[in-house]
């Protein structure tokens, strides 16, 4: 069945490091990908989306390109600050049916040091 | 302006105990959600409705009611409340491929 499987955390880094946060999934059709972030607290917040092949999502200096060849939809950020400590959902939609039905992966931890 | 909000933040009861959750919109959607995070952060979808009318109904225990009276509101109902439904449950709603969540409601039954 369609599922969605990320890194385990909790991941902790200093501040300026490289994060990487892997994310595949398993889905027929051609699913819409995603990455939501949860702060301390709050609820879930979209933090970028890519809809098809090849596209990259950005936002608040983080990236994830959709790789249908490798059914792969990483999570990047270059320098990593504070304030992105949260846990952080990969997820997609399949394109199958009306219900707009978001599978999430089971979330990662992270947390960065000053 | 909060686009959605949820009540109450926090809910502790007792087993066996009845209660609602109440989540109110004012972003205009047409499509509201229903989640379960449990502690480990693992999120599952529980209902979600379109423009009143279930039209998601995952395999959740039927202690679980869901109530739309209008398009700005979905309820949340359990009955007979059970210790292994301590988890924080969100409201969202849905514009296009973006879903908008509420706070979230923590519920801890002793």
């Known amino acids: 069945g369609d599922s969605v499987t990320q890194m385990e955390g909790p991941v902790t880094l200093s501040e300026e490091a490289f994060l990487t946060i892997n994310c595949t999934y398993t889905?027929?059709?051609?699913?819409?990908l995603f990455w939501y972030v949860q702060y301390p607290g709050e609820g879930l917040q979209l933090l970028l989306k890519?809809?098809?092949?090849?596209d990259k999502g950005s936002n608040k200096g983080f990236e994830a390109t959709y790789r249908k060849e490798t059914t792969s939809f990483h999570l990047e950020k270059g320098s990593v600050q504070v304030s992105d400590s949260a846990v952080y959902f990969c997820a997609f939609l399949n394109s199958g049916g009306s219900n707009y039905k978001l599978t999430f992966g089971k979330g990662t931890l992270l947390t960065v040091n000053p | 302006d909060t686009a959605v909000s949820q009540t109450p933040k926090y809910l502790v009861t007792q087993m066996g105990n009845d209660k609602s959750i109440k989540c109110e919109q004012n972003l205009g959607h047409d499509t509201m959600y229903w989640y379960k995070q449990d502690s480990k952060k693992f999120l599952k979808i529980m209902f979600s409705y379109n423009n009143k009318e279930l039209i998601i109904n995952e395999t959740v225990p039927n202690r679980f009611s869901p109530k739309s009276p209008d398009k700005a509101h979905l309820n949340l109902h359990i009955n007979s409340l059970e210790l292994g439904d301590s988890a924080v449950y969100f409201c969202?709603?849905?514009?296009?491929?973006?879903?908008?969540f509420g706070p979230g409601t923590r519920l801890t039954v002793t």
């Open positions: 890519a809809t098809k092949a090849d």
């Open positions: 889905a027929t059709g051609y699913p819409s």
């Open positions: 969202a709603t849905r514009r296009g491929y973006e879903q908008y």
